[in-house]
């Protein structure tokens, strides 16, 4: 997706949808076939270039409606979609509780709380992935604790608990002192970025790899030998971060502090490490720092795309060029199968770029 201006176009919302809450992509298909979800709670299928659509699923998740807003942060209802569409999460970002819905059937499958614990800094922890041929889910299930389910049956996967220890004040061996974040799955759908932070606080996104902690190691996402650390920022999380391919990530915002910190995104290679972060931490390997990018991220596996506030900004994450821009566009959402980015604006009317 590179174009300018005459690129942007409206796009019908088919009246049986309703007024949209959010969309989601079903990225294994090449053309633009989203999952909707209105605001009185009904998961559609649209393919948004033929026009068609079909109802699938209702969501009965609670609204938590009496939730205050921490630092901005409010309660929204959210979409996810497995990678061929067959499965649908609807979760309350900074809130508790979710669903995972069969669509072929519209049942739930598995019904998700968090169980709290600071829940309202960070958008509800959930990603959907394939291992061994089937679809699985990651889920927040504490505020230090993800695991993973299998989407059909809601079997979890990672069972484990921790272990007394016969000093109150010694931590349990694999305890982890990490809220979790937003998750997002590798391209290759190999590794799982987390967007989580640490008291006191400190924004600190961290990678580690799927596979093993399946099958074999349960404490994989606690201190698993694949987990490394992005990078340290203090006061800063929950802001744009994007896999670019299936090493390389890009994280909104220049500097390790809130106070200074500046537009733009940093590259990193998530395969090697050596980097000093806060703590004298090992992090991952910083590759670029380039001045500009905010907003949203988004990435076609060769190019960052920046969402600002009005425009759309492209740019060479190698070089750290800008290379276009559209004005007036800043989508919300993109589909990387069909290469399509989406505005869904607070109207309901959606804007495409193709």
Not at 16 to 41: K, M
Not at 195 to 221: C, F, K, R, T, Y
Not at 306 to 335: M, N, Q, R
Request: glycine share 10%; charged share 25%.
């Amino acid at each position: 997706m590179i174009g300018g201006n005459d690129a942007v176009c409206e796009i019908p919302v088919p009246p049986r949808l309703g007024t949209l809450a959010d969309l989601a992509p079903v990225r294994d298909r090449d053309r633009p076939v989203w999952l909707a979800l209105s605001e009185d709670g009904k998961i559609s299928r649209w393919d948004v270039a033929a026009g068609h659509h079909e109802i699938v699923a209702s969501t009965t998740v609670p609204a938590e409606s009496d939730r205050e807003p921490w630092n901005g942060r409010r309660l929204r209802r959210r979409l996810h979609a497995s990678h061929d569409g067959r499965f649908a999460a609807v979760v309350n970002d900074y809130g508790r509780f979710g669903e995972v819905l069969d669509l072929r059937t519209g049942e739930v499958t598995l019904a998700l709380d968090n169980q709290g614990g600071h829940e309202g800094t960070v958008p509800f922890s959930l990603e959907f992935a394939q291992s061994r041929g089937r679809c699985v889910v990651v889920h927040r299930t504490a505020w230090n604790r993800l695991d993973v389910s299998d989407a059909q049956t809601g079997a979890l996967l990672t069972d484990r608990s921790l272990l007394a220890q016969a000093n109150a004040d010694t931590m349990p061996e694999h305890h982890l002192d990490y809220f979790h974040g937003s998750l997002y799955v590798s391209p290759d759908g190999k590794r799982i970025l987390d967007d989580g932070w640490v008291w006191h606080p400190v924004g600190m996104p961290a990678v580690w790899d799927l596979d093993p902690w399946i099958d074999g190691n349960v404490w994989e996402s606690e201190d698993g030998p694949s987990r490394v650390d992005v990078c340290g920022r203090e006061y800063y999380w929950d802001h744009a971060m994007t896999w670019i391919d299936s090493s390389r990530v890009a994280v909104e915002g220049l500097g390790d502090d809130d106070d200074v910190m500046r537009p733009g995104a940093r590259i990193f290679d998530t395969s090697r490490s050596g980097q000093t972060g806060l703590w004298q931490m090992p992090t991952a390997a910083e590759l670029l720092a380039i001045e500009g990018p905010t907003g949203r991220f988004f990435s076609d596996g060769t190019h960052l795309f920046s969402c600002g506030d009005t425009d759309l900004s492209i740019w060479d994450p190698a070089e750290g060029k800008l290379l276009a821009t559209v004005a007036g566009f800043s989508p919300t959402h993109y589909h990387p199968g069909a290469r399509q980015s989406l505005l869904l604006a607070d109207d309901g009317v959606v804007r495409s770029c193709t």
